[in-house]
């Protein structure tokens, strides 16, 4: 059992909201209470990956084994901008899912369907969050990668590296 999440917040700094990708202390020198109240119930909610019981994710888009308490880093493959976490169901057993559909199957409690995708409704695949996955057909993942690719293009003109 979770103590309540105004117990937890006494116990959270803002360091460890800012490590889990929430905002930057640059631009957010102070949050305030509601935020990081937010933030824990968010990142204290954590439901159970189908077919792999022994792992839970939550909102925020982070991926844990119960046992442990350890939260899985999700790796890139060689030519893949995919992000994927190996889930293990016995002892040398593994099978590696991406981290978007293992966070999504969580939350919904089923596997997407053949011919269907875990798309990034912002175009960022490192936002893992339930509220930034959809599920989408194979053109979805196409307008998601041209979302990312203008988001990388926009960048590059603000930063004044690329000049037309």
């Not at 792999?52 to 982070?62: D, S, T, V």
């Not at 119960?66 to 790796?75: A, E, N, R, S």
Request: proline content about 5%; hydrophobic content about 35%.
């Amino acid at each position: 059992m979770s103590p309540p999440a105004s117990r937890l917040s006494t116990r959270i700094s803002t360091d460890h909201i800012f490590k889990a990708g929430v905002g930057s202390k640059k631009a957010c020198p102070r949050l305030n209470r509601k935020a990081i109240l937010m933030f824990v119930e968010d990142f204290e909610n954590w439901s159970t990956v189908p077919g792999f019981p022994h792992y839970e994710a939550n909102r925020l888009g982070a991926i844990k084994r119960k046992d442990t308490g350890v939260i899985l880093k999700p790796f890139k493959r060689r030519h893949s901008t995919t992000r994927y976490v190996r889930l293990y169901t016995t002892p040398g057993e593994a099978r590696e899912r991406s981290a978007a559909s293992v966070i999504w199957a969580a939350f919904y409690k089923r596997w997407p369907d053949r011919g269907c995708y875990v798309c990034h409704a912002d175009g960022d695949l490192e936002n893992n969050s339930i509220d930034n996955l959809f599920l989408g057909t194979r053109s979805d993942v196409r307008k998601t990668q041209r979302r990312r690719d203008d988001l990388i293009w926009e960048q590059l003109q603000e930063e004044g590296e690329l000049v037309l």
